[in-house]
């Protein structure tokens, strides 16, 4: 009997000593409060974002008037029979009327010291069925270095692009299709495309260091729909004008490419 209550006392023991702990619920510590991100404020709208067609002027600028322009102010520059090209004050860039939509761009359309109006062609230059916009801005006249840039407006529905053709452009073109060739000995550069050439020989002091050639001026005439640029041809070292680049601007509704291109002689030295 004492054996029997000796075994149960054991059994209670051991039973006490392998009794599970209750489980701990973990909580998670609160997290840092997120700093709520700072709103930035919205962009002011460019006080010419407002404007309708019934807002614009009718009249014709003058060149005095571009240089009397206000900073809120908006001028009429010219007009085809579809499209009005308007100058905005404080810099501000151009707008473009076609069907009672405006277009803006961010350009010059006259240098300070030399205003201008520039002077606008309506043609279908790509071929496309639709007449699109050029226009021929002066861009810098000093002395004898004149530059014009060209800008083709385009529409697609209601939207309006605007490749520049300007004389930058036209000038790293040109000069990559030109050969040059200068003959140390007779101190002459010779300036040729295909079958046409111009050549200019340097003063004796000048023959060692020739210098580059720079196509420093640029104009666009327009025939019949073609527009043909004129690129000066100057002697940085000298500052001599010896010869013209001539070249067709082919215009295929997205990029421009120089056409016919030939070199004339403008000057023998």
């Not at 002027?57 to 571009?66: M, N, R, Y």
Request: aromatic share 10%; net charge negative.
């Amino acid at each position: 009997m004492k054996k029997c209550a000796w075994l149960l006392t054991a059994l209670f023991l051991l039973a006490g000593c392998t009794r599970e702990e209750p489980a701990r619920i973990w909580t998670p510590s609160p997290a840092s409060p997120t700093p709520s991100a700072a709103v930035s404020p919205e962009p002011e709208s460019a006080w010419w974002e407002g404007l309708v067609e019934e807002d614009l002027p009718t009249g014709l600028a003058s060149p005095d008037q571009l240089g009397a322009l206000g900073e809120e102010e908006v001028l009429l520059l010219g007009r085809t029979a579809v499209t009005s090209l308007y100058v905005l004050g404080g810099d501000s860039g151009i707008l473009l009327l076609r069907n009672g939509c405006l277009s803006h761009f961010g350009q010059q359309v006259s240098p300070k010291d030399s205003l201008s109006l520039p002077e606008l062609y309506q043609w279908d230059y790509d071929g496309d069925g639709l007449d699109e916009l050029a226009v021929r801005y002066l861009m810098e006249a000093e002395g004898d270095q004149i530059v014009y840039d060209l800008h083709i407006y385009d529409w697609s529905d209601e939207t309006c692009t605007d490749l520049p053709v300007t004389r930058d452009a036209c000038a790293d073109r040109a000069l990559a299709a030109v050969t040059s060739d200068y003959d140390p000995g007779s101190g002459t550069l010779t300036l040729s495309y295909g079958d046409t050439s111009a050549v200019y020989r340097f003063p004796e002091q000048y023959r060692q260091s020739p210098g580059r050639i720079s196509f420093a001026t640029s104009f666009f005439r327009e025939q019949n729909g073609v527009f043909t640029v004129i690129l000066g041809a100057r002697v940085e070292s000298t500052g001599a004008w010896f010869a013209n680049v001539l070249a067709d601007i082919e215009y295929d509704g997205a990029d421009f490419t120089l056409r016919n291109l030939r070199v004339e002689p403008t000057t023998v030295v």
